[in-house]
């Protein structure tokens, strides 16, 4: 009896680690790791994408894929994972700087569509919880700088 409990605790555990592929989740992490070091950022994607099938909140693979979405030119998508991160772990600076330094390179529409105004309004609720973060201050600041002037009637 003890060894048929400890066999199903031994699948269940096992079923947590492997996924559909017959591989862990972290060889799985290697692989794609070694793809983004080729700088493969498509199979890096296929490979983070199936890790998020197992495991759809992995926070490793959701900013390393974001990141090879936009190695890409992919914004949205890197986006929509930023996006995934920060309704979890809204305080995740990694994300928040990497959504903000893409939101950054769009151009505005109008005043109530407007990117970069959308990334300030992210760095400056990240700063007012880490008001010492320089890399935050200074992305901040060169948004400011380069911001478009709107006039308001």
């Not at 591989?23 to 890790?51: C, G, P, R, T, W």
């Amino acid at each position: 009896m003890k060894f048929v409990i400890l066999l199903i605790l031994s699948v269940m555990f096992t079923g947590i680690t492997l996924n559909t592929y017959g591989i862990s989740v972290d060889e799985i992490h290697d692989s794609a790791l070694e793809y983004m070091n080729a700088q493969e950022f498509v199979q890096a994607i296929q490979e983070y994408s199936k890790i998020l099938e197992v495991e759809p909140m992995d926070e490793t693979a959701l900013i390393n894929r974001a990141f090879a979405f936009t190695m890409i030119n992919d914004y949205e998508s890197a986006i929509e994972d930023y996006d995934r991160i920060l309704e979890n772990d809204p305080g995740n600076l990694i994300a928040t700087k990497g959504k903000a330094t893409i939101l950054a390179q769009f151009e505005c529409e109008s005043y109530n569509n407007c990117r970069p105004n959308e990334a300030l309004e992210l760095l400056d609720v990240a700063l007012e919880n880490n008001p010492n973060d320089e890399d935050l201050k200074m992305k901040r600041d060169y948004l400011l700088a380069i911001s478009e002037q709107f006039d308001i009637q």
